[in-house]
């Protein structure tokens, strides 16, 4: 568990979420989704399609380089290529050992769809590892890695805003009392050539993509920790 100083000090560097526009060029996109195709892949109990990307790719290193000029400069704590059938739910990325986590970047690749599924991003911060959150679920849901969080005492920033109902249409495949306390900062269109830029440790989810005609996401996970 974190301590109270190791926390103070992340908050430092939180922000509000924003999508960085072009940020990669349509061959470049075209070039990391050969990469992930030729790859070994790693199925996830939960449903996910995962694979790790090599960090020498030449076209990641570019994605860093100009990461770095918006955020400054900062380590890699992870990065993966994901692609999904289902909706993510309610969850932050973290890891075990607690690092001074920065942010996390998704890059969407490829949708299959007409229409343009949503990244959900809330305004709460969870600081106690990696997590999905259910709140009351009295029976614990399969998870991968993260741990099921039933109670939402330790979520920092709980309000009682709530969810305007054209929002909540859009999210309709987490259940109220999932959603009880939490409130949503910002969303954001899965616009391939994009990024989306986060607290990694912000409470994030999916759209309900499946109830808004696209089958399957593939995307890119980037990681990051000791902002600089």
């Not at 030729?38 to 100009?66: A, C, H, M, Q, W």
């Amino acid at each position: 568990m974190r301590s109270q100083s190791q926390i103070a000090k992340i908050k430092e560097f939180e922000s509000d979420p924003f999508q960085i526009h072009n940020l990669l060029s349509k061959d470049q996109v075209a070039e990391l989704i050969d990469v992930y195709e030729s790859s070994d892949k790693t199925v996830k109990d939960t449903g996910p399609v995962v694979s790790k990307i090599d960090y020498n790719n030449s076209v990641f290193r570019e994605i860093l380089t100009k990461l770095s000029t918006v955020l400054g400069e900062f380590d890699i704590r992870y990065a993966h290529f994901f692609e999904v059938d289902r909706p993510h739910v309610l969850h932050i990325d973290d890891d075990f050992d607690f690092p001074r986590s920065y942010k996390a970047i998704t890059v969407p690749l490829r949708h299959d769809g007409h229409t343009n599924p949503k990244f959900y991003v809330y305004n709460q911060h969870y600081y106690g590892g990696p997590a999905k959150f259910f709140k009351d679920r009295e029976i614990d849901p399969s998870v991968h890695y993260n741990v099921p969080v039933t109670d939402y005492n330790n979520i920092d920033g709980l309000d009682d805003i709530g969810i305007p109902e054209e929002v909540r249409k859009g999210i309709d495949h987490l259940k109220d009392k999932w959603l009880e306390g939490l409130s949503v900062k910002a969303y954001f269109p899965w616009n391939v050539t994009s990024g989306i830029v986060f607290d990694s440790l912000q409470i994030h989810s999916a759209g309900n993509f499946t109830q808004q005609g696209v089958s399957k996401k593939l995307g890119l996970s980037i990681f990051t920790k000791d902002p600089k």
